[in-house]
């Protein structure tokens, strides 16, 4: 590094490295003036360490800093050399028992739901793992950075605040000890000097603002003139801009672009440049320029060296501050003393509220350094933690009102220390009684928000964006009053109590300003123009939720307090409605016989607003004060008599009057704002504090005012009040108005207003209103969710209210009321409600919304008439209410109500004259039943002597008043039991009466002797049985015959398929499934099969129809025809690779004709199984590719194919393609000649076919050399040996249309262009290798999967398989007949020469580095070359046979030559069996020619054991590929998944049993072979240990082993750091699940270039590891991602679940997460099956937002 730098640099070194740091101390020791000595020392030195370039060299700075300027401190500090003053210091120091860790970023933090005071306690994972709170319901989640661990912390942890670790550090005496006695006088001094200077001077210098000239005590004489143009962060732009505008200004590359923007993220600024003043000027008005256009530019200052150079060493200061205090606790206290020891300046100027208060003006990097050091300094002693709460709240309005005009988020700031101070309980409590915290975050906050309406309200209208920012920021003062909130005192002192209502105050204050807000007016008419601003007003609500519940938790512990807030808060209701009658006119509503007056109000005219918070904390603490039966004990003290019921009722009702109006459509010109906030309103995030409340308001109301005055201002408010005052205005109405829309509005009203009475008797199920605890509120609230559909435990969670701790108190009564039912591979773990508690059900439970209820209805409906019981929903038996709402029953037998009911019902009965409607009388029906269950339990629980007033039953018997005489309402619910059109409602009426009976037997027995029961029901009741008898007799007919019936159906069809036995077989689309063959082929099954050879067994040919899946035509497949052909996907695979290291340099000149056995890369065909016509296929494709061009002029997204590279989607399944495979019939029958002569033995053929080999070498020589004369070269052939019946000249015909010769080609170049990434080209020689290469692969994985599975080799193969295998095969087969003849001959010289070596053939592999089956596959399929010439009479199948025993015989040497031959110690001494023994033989063999450099002799037994085990997959993989390539049927013993299956491998395949039979009947010719391999010069080298080679059998690839414990993935990711950015956390760590990389995705650091375009750590780490298709897990946001090429990518479950079985991508709910073995099993599976692609393939189609996704950045 040293040499890059000017002389003169390296002789600055020099001189420093010359310093002394103990002479330098020395000499401060002895100065008077020690600040003045300091100074100067840094002002000579810092300019000449720090910033000496345009690049900074932080090691050399650091070495140098350390060794020059911190040296002398510690020396100073320590009196002694520091390595040993400090170990010293750390002796006597007594360790902490507070953790205090401060969190990286993305580092795992935990919390325990049963022991944390609040959410915000968290421990690091070394606590946790350490403490008794991993055994509890613990919340997992990653740390944003900044904060720290609670460890030790008493008053964060109910119980349990202590770890292992730091339990160790408690000791016996708690009172606490002034850390300072372990430290000497003069160290106390000498620290107290060294740190006030050193802390004064890195303020001074952080804080300093002027750009070039330093303080005084700093300046240099003679100074250099160098500046840095210093680039600072915020967050307003973009990466992407500011990477623009770098290269702009600074002409620099993009990577240097993207480097100096990283820095300036990471650390908040970073020097650009780097000259003289103006060069560094005209830098920066570039910038400036550049980035002013849409919003404020970036900062950018032109800064003089010296100054930069000082605030980094500034910087190094305060970390070396915050280590030094490390050490020792005494020095801790003593910088705690010095940072807050007043300045001269009196209020806030000690060091530390200097800090803070310039806080919003220092960069990034600054503030996180000074915040950690705060947070190990102050935060981590108790006394000045204290301290510092009461500066910190001092200074709070300031700190906020920067930070909402600061430009750095959030975490940044040192407003967001308040986490740690105000969820302290006792500093919270004392921050209130002393510092009046409350009350000051409030007024901060009104402070903020200035925009009000001429009423004092606010206004959010028309937000410009800074607005909206700055709203944004104002809310954390919301979240800091959670804080201090949310531990709720014990005791109560006098002070708190004052404080406390004092911050009540401000907070009615601050209600009082929303009360009313946003209010809104019924458009008619026209649609309103501009949707107004409702979603600040929203937002303020739903911030503050928590905190008006938590302030009614405040007031319900103390009575004193209580008492005090309701007055308070009824006086600010009051001044809110001051206006109440002004300017309304009083009306007097009549009904019944009663009269109210009221005020003529329109909420369908005049404005209503939905925000009413004062009025809904008041109904809170109404509530509170019956819960706490203060309202009992001291009634005197309360103002209930003050109370003027209708005007509590009168907002509520304008607000519930307003959501019935919009459910009735009469608010749609308002546009969606206002169908939002309805939607809001009853949302679960806000209807705690907004629906709940008025309805609990209304019931206060209620239960203090007459029922029936109560009923009249409500169908007022509705609108309703003509319908039911004036008889007959029903049919009127009816009649005169034909406007469909007003009769439907009015229905709905209606129906809305009785749904409200049946909430307002109905819901009492908060404690306080009825005689209930929480416990019974949540379970109602579960048992009703449940009753709509079994719910996930997630799903249950959102749909309850949470409350300030984010806990919903559901896991403790979920188990009473509901059964777990554990997810399977897919889904997720489903809670269903237990069948007892579907009673509880109520079909109008308020918190249903419109389809939430009309589900639930069916469901219950469903499960009753599958338990064969009637379907009425009655309403449930509710609890009695509290005293103070207990009035509120006379709803339901009020005047009003009846007079409402009777006309309803009059209505139904007389159904054709009026407009009614279903579930209006479903309603009045519920509202019956409810007074009915109400009457009951009265009677039931009523004590002797006791008149029960409620007389429901006597009035609804009486018939109307005299002049219209109507009927009861028994009497007509008598009558409309019997209605043809009430089919549904029967159920429920016919329980109406049965309960009113029972009603009447009570009432009768108590009030007379027992008289015998009355003949009417007991007929009513035989009756009924009859009834029910009767229905279950015609139901069970009614079953027997529709079950004959189907009966005979499936017996038809059983006949029709027997008799049309050929039309079934031909719709078997490809005869495909073996067993198929098998039953309809003349073969006699008791000879056994043989896949090949010269006996192979003779099947009859099948003839094949298939169906085009695109023009439905049928066709046979012939060889003449034209072709048809399988949607095929090809691709490169790693999945079997043993090396994922190899890489082809070069793609044009690679050569792959042998396949290494570590198989490193692959080529896979797979397919669908659609059949189409080429030219259909053809057709489908160029439209396709027509598309697309239109896309791309279109500009819209990407498909999920990539049609450049002849990608397309399968027309019927969708399933990705990129070529297609011609189907061929068994193409080896087609040149089968007759065979007319004895086969040749192994060693004849051999001979023939080298001499084959040889002729055709020469001819080609010849051929080369003299392209003369032809007729010379006749001359020559004549000359040449030919072999006997050789005829090299002779071409044979192709039998092949020429359809079928174009799709071979094309799916033979598709295969070619894949396999090496190469261009397309047809005539290259290589196309035909990567054919049968395909082939051979795809066999070894499918066998590798059957195995892995231990399933059978020939079982029941899905369909689509099959046929890929068979085409596949087949088309390899043929494929020869479409390439140059002398080109494949070449190839087969070539690979016949690997195993009998020839003289013309150099530098070929060695028997270790070949993939036998690979070799077996070409070999085979290139032999028909050699042998279409050859006239002899050698068959195909002589060849086949030959080559397959050969390639064998190499295999079990190559197999012999690896295995390892380790003894386990079982050794069975006597070798007994011929195996045993021909193996050893062998062995012995192989041992003498490798010059005995084979180890050891090994038993027979073992070695048998080792070449059976080594072979099996290779002769599983020969069995399928013989099958597939002659269409032998296996034998029926394969299908059973097999025991011995080694025999019927032998047999099927013609080899002998005991395999090294092949050697011994060969021997002469197989021993000089055997040599020939053995003398290899690398098997030499394998044996002497100077290289590796593969052993058989292959271990199977898995993916890598996933902890049980998320946990520990989260924390061994949150260790890892960018490999690029030195030592930078990374954001994205994903996980690769192939070989266990952690990569550092999805950043701009770690992109790298591919094929000229860049892209991020995963995609680049596919094409090295998965050649392009990849698994990863991305740890922070627990999701594996599925990546394939750069523009395919898909998101997939993970394999981590929950103990609810859910997943939980994004770690939002933070549940502990354990490992799926069988869901990491199918992302395995999906693996193995290369269907990666096809499974990204099917989510993009499914899911377009996938589509827009740049993959390639990942």
Not at 34 to 48: F, K, S
Not at 696 to 719: C, K, W
Not at 850 to 868: D, G, M, V, Y
Not at 1110 to 1120: A, F
Request: aromatic share 8%; glycine share 6%.
């Amino acid at each position: 590094m040293a040499s890059e730098l000017e002389p003169e640099v390296q002789a600055i070194d020099r001189s420093l490295l010359e310093c002394s740091a103990e002479e330098i101390a020395g000499k401060w020791l002895q100065a008077t003036d020690l600040t003045r000595e300091v100074y100067q020392h840094l002002a000579h030195y810092v300019p000449q360490i720090y910033c000496r370039g345009p690049n900074p060299f932080p090691q050399k700075e650091d070495m140098l800093a350390q060794h020059v300027l911190l040296g002398p401190m510690e020396w100073y500090l320590c009196g002694e050399d520091p390595t040993f003053g400090f170990p010293k210091l750390e002796q006597a120091n007594k360790p902490s028992h507070l953790c205090g860790r401060v969190f990286k970023v993305g580092e795992p933090t935990y919390s325990c739901r049963d022991c944390a005071v609040d959410p915000t306690c968290v421990l690091c994972m070394e606590c946790f793992l350490g403490s008794i709170h991993r055994d509890h319901r613990y919340r997992m989640t990653t740390s944003g950075g900044g904060g720290f661990c609670d460890c030790g912390d008493i008053e964060a942890w109910k119980e349990g605040p202590y770890c292992q670790k730091h339990d160790l550090n408690t000791s016996e005496n708690e009172e606490e000890e002034d850390p300072l006695v372990h430290l000497s006088e003069d160290v106390i001094a000498r620290t107290y000097n060294i740190f006030a200077i050193m802390f004064r001077y890195a303020v001074e210098i952080l804080t300093w603002e002027k750009e070039n000239e330093l303080p005084a005590e700093l300046e240099l004489e003679e100074q250099s003139d160098t500046y840095y143009c210093m680039l600072f962060n915020d967050e307003v732009h973009t990466y992407e801009q500011v990477i623009y505008t770098l290269q702009k200004a600074v002409n620099c590359t993009q990577k240097e672009a993207i480097g100096f923007a990283t820095t300036v993220d990471r650390d908040g600024r970073r020097s650009v440049r780097y000259g003289d003043f103006q060069y560094c000027e005209q830098a920066k008005s570039v910038i400036v320029r550049n980035t002013s256009r849409q919003t404020k530019p970036l900062k950018v200052q032109v800064m003089h060296s010296s100054i930069v150079a000082h605030q980094n060493f500034g910087l190094k200061l305060l970390s070396w501050l915050g280590n030094v205090i490390g050490y020792s606790d005494g020095l801790r206290r003593i910088l705690c003393q010095v940072g807050l020891q007043e300045g001269p300046d009196g209020e806030s100027s000690s060091l530390v509220d200097r800090l803070m208060l310039s806080d919003s003006k220092l960069w990034k990097g600054a503030r996180s350094m000074y915040h950690q050091l705060f947070m190990s300094s102050l935060l981590m002693d108790l006394k000045y933690k204290k301290l510092f709460a009461i500066r910190f709240a001092k200074n709070y309005e300031r700190l906020q009102s920067d930070y909402v005009t600061d430009d750095h988020d959030r975490e940044f700031s040192v407003a967001d220390l308040s986490v740690q101070i105000f969820t302290v309980p006792s500093l919270a409590r004392m921050l209130i009684t002393e510092e009046n915290l409350m009350t000051t975050i409030i007024k901060t906050f009104m402070d903020h928000l200035r925009h009000r309406d001429s009423q004092g309200r606010f206004q959010f209208e028309r937000y410009t964006a800074l607005q909206a920012f700055k709203f944004r920021r104002v809310q954390s003062l919301i979240l800091d009053l959670k804080y201090v909130l949310i531990s709720k005192p014990t005791e109560w002192s006098d002070e708190l109590r004052e404080k406390f209502l004092e911050g009540f105050d401000a907070f009615l204050e601050l209600l009082k300003c929303m009360q009313g807000m946003d209010p809104i007016t019924r458009q008619v008419g026209q649609h309103i123009e501009m949707e107004p601003e409702w979603e600040a007003a929203f937002t303020l609500q739903m911030k503050l939720t928590h905190v008006i519940s938590m302030m009614q938790d405040w007031c319900a512990l103390d009575e004193k307090v209580l008492i005090e807030a309701y007055k308070k808060c009824l006086a600010v209701l009051m001044q809110c409605h001051g206006g109440f009658t002004d300017g309304e006119q009083p009306i007097t509503l009549n009904i019944c016989g009663h009269s109210v007056e009221t005020i003529r109000y329109c909420v369908s005219q005049e404005k209503v607003s939905i925000h009413l918070p004062v009025s809904r904390l008041l109904a809170g603490l109404h509530v509170l004060l019956s819960k706490s039966e203060v309202a009992y004990k001291f009634p005197e003290l309360l103002p209930l008599s003050e109370l003027s019921p209708p005007m509590l009722i009168e907002h509520p009702l304008r607000c519930l009057v307003l959501c019935a109006q919009v459910h009735a459509g009469m608010w749609r010109r308002n546009g969606f704002s206002l169908v939002n906030q309805i939607y809001y309103y009853h949302n679960v995030k806000c209807r705690r504090e907004m629906f709940d409340k008025d309805i609990i308001m209304l019931q206060t109301g209620v239960s203090m005012m007459d029922p029936n005055h109560f009923l009249m201002i409500m169908l007022s408010r509705f609108e309703l009040y003509q319908i039911f005052s004036t008889p007959d205005y029903g049919k009127r109405f009816s009649s005169e108005i034909t406007h469909k829309d007003v009769v439907q509005q009015n229905n709905t009203l209606i129906e809305e207003m009785l749904y409200l009475i049946i909430m307002l008797v109905g819901e009492r199920f908060s404690p306080g209103v009825g005689q209930v605890d929480a416990t019974d509120e949540i379970k109602r609230e579960i048992i009703h969710q449940l009753s709509i559909k079994p719910m996930a435990h997630s799903e249950l969670v959102k749909s309850l209210p949470e409350d300030e701790n984010k806990e919903t108190g559901m896991e403790g009564v979920i188990e009473a009321v509901a059964h777990f039912k554990k997810p399977g591979l897919t889904g997720r773990g489903m809670y269903e409600l237990k069948p007892e508690c579907a009673k509880e059900f109520n079909l109008y439970f308020y918190h249903f919304s419109r389809a939430e209820q009309s589900k639930a209805e069916e469901a219950q409906r469903k499960l009753k008439r599958q338990n064969r019981e009637d379907t009425a929903l009655p309403p449930p038996v509710l609890p009695p209410f509290c005293p103070l709402f207990a009035s509120l029953v006379n709803i339901l037998q009020s005047d009003v109500l009846l007079c409402i009911m009777r006309t309803i019902l009059q209505w139904a009965v007389e159904h054709n004259g009026y407009a009614w409607s279903e579930s209006m009388l479903q309603r009045v029906l519920h509202l019956i039943g409810m007074a009915l269950q109400e009457e009951k339990q009265h009677l039931e629980n009523a004590m002797e002597e006791h008149v029960v007033t409620f007389t429901f039953t006597q009035k609804i018997s009486k018939p109307g008043e005299a002049p219209n005489n109507s009927p009861s309402i028994l009497a007509m619910l008598e009558t409309l039991q019997n209605a043809p059109y009430l089919e549904v409602h029967k159920d429920m009426i016919r329980w109406i009466l049965k309960t009113f009976n029972a009603i009447k037997k009570i009432r009768e027995s108590s009030s007379t002797s027992p008289v015998a029961e009355t003949e009417g029901t007991i007929m009513e009741e035989s009756s009924r049985d009859k009834d029910k008898a009767e229905r279950k007799r015609k139901a069970e007919i009614a079953r027997l015959r529709r079950e004959k019936i189907m009966a005979q159906m499936s017996e038809m069809q059983r006949h029709f398929i027997d008799e049309n036995k050929e039309l079934f077989q031909q719709t078997l689309e490809l005869d495909a499934s073996s067993s198929a063959v098998l039953d309809n082929s003349p073969v006699v099954s008791d000879k056994t099969l043989i896949a090949l050879g010269p006996a192979k067994t003779q099947i009859s040919e099948q003839r094949q129809f298939v169906t085009c899946i695109l023009c439905q035509e049928e066709q046979e497949v012939k060889v003449e025809d034209s072709a048809m052909v399988l949607a095929a996907f090809v691709q490169r695979s790693t999945v079997l690779s043993k090396n994922r290291n190899k890489f082809i340099q070069d793609p044009e000149k690679y050569d792959p004709l042998f396949m290494h056995p570590d198989l490193s890369c692959g080529t896979h065909t797979g397919s669908c199984g659609h059949v189409m016509h080429a030219h259909c296929w053809q057709r489908y494709f160029d439209s396709v590719q027509a598309k697309e061009q239109r896309r791309q002029q279109r500009l819209r997204l990407h498909t999920s194919y990539d049609v450049e590279n002849g990608e397309f989607l399968c027309p019927l399944c969708e399933c990705l393609s990129n070529t297609v495979i011609p189907l061929l019939l068994p193409p080896r029958n087609i040149f089968n000649r007759l065979n007319f002569s004895d086969q040749p033995n192994l060693s004849q053929w051999i001979r023939t076919v080298s001499q084959q080999i040889k002729a055709l070498q020469a001819l080609r020589k010849a051929g080369s050399a003299s392209d003369t004369a032809s007729s010379k070269n006749v001359e020559k052939v004549n000359e040449l040996q030919l072999p006997e019946g050789f005829r090299p000249d002779f071409q044979p015909k192709n039998p092949y249309s020429e359809s079928i010769k174009e799709m071979l080609t094309t799916f033979g170049t598709a295969t070619y262009k894949v396999g090496l990434k190469v261009h397309p080209n047809e005539e290259d020689p290589r196309v035909p290798i990567m054919c049968w290469g395909s082939c051979a692969y795809t066999i070894q994985s499918i066998e590798r999967i059957l195995s892995d599975e231990d399933k059978p080799l020939f079982g029941p193969l899905p369909c689509r398989l099959d046929d890929c295998l068979r085409s596949l095969t087949r088309f390899a087969a043929a494929h020869w007949t479409v390439v140059s003849l002398s080109v494949v001959q070449g190839h087969f010289g070539r690979l016949f020469a690997s195993l009998v070596p020839n003289d013309s053939h150099e530098d070929l592999p060695c028997i270790l580095d070949i993939d036998m089956f690979h070799l077996l596959v070409s070999l085979v399929l290139a032999f028909p070359t050699l042998q279409c010439q050859d006239f002899s009479g050698i068959s195909l199948g002589t060849g086949d046979l030959h080559i397959f025993h050969l390639v064998t015989m190499a295999h079990i040497v190559q197999i012999l030559l690896t295995s390892c031959t380790e003894e386990n110690g079982m050794d069975q001494e006597n070798p007994t069996g011929e195996e045993e023994l021909a193996v050893l033989a062998l062995y012995k063999t192989i041992h003498q020619y490798t010059g005995s450099a084979l180890r050891g002799t090994p038993s027979g037994w073992h070695l048998w054991r080792t070449v059976k085990a080594g072979v099996m997959p290779f002769l599983k993989c020969s069995a399928l590929f013989f099958h597939y390539l002659n269409g032998v049927p296996p034998p029926p013993d394969f299908q059973a998944s097999g025991t011995n299956n080694f025999e019927h491998l032998c047999n099927y395949l013609s080899l002998p049993n005991n395999l090294i039979c092949l050697f011994q009947e060969n021997s002469e010719i197989m021993n000089s072979l055997i040599e020939s391999w053995c003398r290899n010069n690398e098997v030499r080298r394998y044996l002497e240990g100077e290289r590796d080679a593969i052993s058989y059998p292959r271990e199977s690839n898995k993916l890598i082993d996933l902890p049980e414990d998320y946990s520990s993935l989260i924390n061994q990711a949150s260790n890892f750091s960018c490999p690029k950015s030195g030592g930078d956390k990374s954001r994205a760590p994903t996980l690769c699940l192939v070989c266990g990389a952690l990569l550092c995705s999805q950043s701009y650091c770690c992109q790298t270039e591919l094929e000229g375009e860049d892209v991020g750590a995963c995609t680049a780490h596919t094409y090295s590891c998965g050649s392009g298709a990849g698994i990863f897990l991305r740890v922070r946001e627990c999701q594996v991602l599925f990546l394939a090429g750069k523009t395919k990518g898909c998101f997939y479950s993970p394999p981590y679940l929950d103990d609810y079985g859910e997943t939980d991508q994004g770690l939002r709910r933070g549940n502990p997460l354990r490992l799926c073995r069988e869901r990491f099993r199918k992302i395995q599976k999906l693996w193995h099956q290369h269907s990666v692609t096809e499974e990204i393939g099917h989510a993009q189609e499914a899911n377009q937002t996938l589509v827009g996704i740049d993959w390639q950045h990942l």
